[in-house]
């Protein structure tokens, strides 16, 4: 059971290298950021706002995403490494 934890904490902590930033706002920037960081997210195909999703949301790696979404693991990581160049794109 020991490799999925660390395995999740890795993930955890590649989403977080990964996440776009919303910066040092005020309050009232950072509801604006989560505004727009959601209507981003809502604009990916469902199939890419959800690896994202697993992979932030539930701190889920690579391969425990493509066996919960039944495809090769490089395939997730793919569809994953598009999804987050667009939202990187879309936040600029």
């Known amino acids: 059971m ?7 904490e890795v993930a955890r ?11 040092a706002e005020p309050l009232e920037g950072k ?4 505004e727009h960081l959601a209507r981003a997210l809502a604009s990916l195909p469902e199939r890419d706002r959800r690896i994202v999703m697993l992979r932030f949301g539930e701190g ?4 425990e995403i493509a066996t919960r979404l039944g495809v090769p693991q490089g395939s997730a990581a793919g569809w994953y490494s598009r999804a987050m ?3 990187r794109e879309s936040l600029r």
Request: charged share 30%.
């Open 2 to 8: 020991e490799p999925v934890v660390a395995g999740r």
């Open 13 to 23: 902590r590649d989403a977080q290298r990964d996440a776009p930033e919303l910066g």
């Open 31 to 34: 509801a604006a950021g989560r």
């Open 60 to 63: 889920l790696g690579f391969k």
């Open 85 to 87: 160049s667009v939202l």
